[in-house]
């Protein structure tokens, strides 16, 4: 798998989610479809399995947390979903990271790539201090969690795409940037993202995949602002 743009299908039932998925329907190339805990938690495997059939290349976004043994038992069940991407909290440790592997890891050798959440975006470094009493520089825990990862055998992290460029020389430039908090540059506004990037901008900044919901779900032609994402982010590579 290359670059490519992640659509973060946002949705609460199947039915909103196969109306949209149905516009696409004449696309010869699949959107890679991102199903998050809200979707997951209301439709269960049964649409991961039909978002499959449909031929969409599939992250299921569940950001796994638990003990290792926990982790493990969910991850062999998962596998069984055939997705290409899955993730897992690293604060979860470097243990409960390899038990993950293990559980994800198929009789044949073969798995989906697994990436992990390092501090949430939606943490700041007073919340970091105040809730969780780590009081390191953020940036810095930031790197750390995804070398934690990486010496883990992960495949990636999940990071802000102004994050990306410094995974890359902490981890080596194969280990995987998966980057949400996207928009256009006159696109609609930012939403509940603080810090964003056009989509041209985070493949300079060396994203790998880029996560994108509301300026795709949210528009009257969501294929167009799919294009629109692709040109932009994969052109930037060229
Ligand atoms: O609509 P929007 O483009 O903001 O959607 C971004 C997607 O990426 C959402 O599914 C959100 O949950 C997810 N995400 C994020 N920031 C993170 C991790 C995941 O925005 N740090």
Not at 96 to 124: F, H, K, N, Y
Not at 177 to 205: E, I, L, N, S, Y
């Given at each position: ?37 809200e979707l997951y938690y209301a439709e269960g495997p049964a649409i991961v399995r039909e978002i499959k059939r ?135 506004g930012k939403d509940d993202q603080k810090r964003v990037m056009t989509p041209a901008d985070a493949g300079k ?34």
């Amino acid at each position: 798998m290359g670059k490519d743009v992640i659509i973060a299908c946002d949705f609460s039932s199947a039915e909103q989610t196969f109306a949209f998925l149905d516009r696409f329907s004449g696309e010869s190339r699949k959107p890679f479809v991102k199903i998050g805990m809200e979707l997951y938690y209301a439709e269960g495997p049964a649409i991961v399995r039909e978002i499959k059939r449909r031929g969409h290349p599939i992250f299921l976004d569940l950001k796994l947390h638990d003990i290792p043994n926990t982790v493990k038992k969910t991850m062999a069940v998962l596998r069984d979903l055939d997705v290409d991407i899955t993730n897992l909290h690293a604060a979860g440790t470097r243990a409960m990271m390899e038990a993950a592997l293990e559980g994800l890891t198929r009789p044949d050798g073969t798995r989906p790539l697994l990436i992990a959440v390092t501090q949430l975006t939606s943490t700041d470094q007073a919340a970091m201090e105040r809730d969780l009493l780590i009081e390191k520089p953020l940036d810095q825990v930031v790197m750390h969690y995804a070398d934690t990862a990486r010496l883990a055998g992960l495949d990636g992290v999940v990071c802000s795409p102004l994050e990306a460029a410094r995974v890359h020389e902490v981890c080596g430039k194969n280990f995987l940037t998966v980057t949400p908090g996207v928009r256009f540059a006159d696109g609609m506004g930012k939403d509940d993202q603080k810090r964003v990037m056009t989509p041209a901008d985070a493949g300079k900044a060396g994203s790998d995949y880029i996560v994108v919901g509301r300026p795709i779900t949210g528009t009257e032609d969501p294929v167009a602002a799919w294009k629109r994402c692709l040109r932009e982010f994969l052109g930037s590579a060229e």
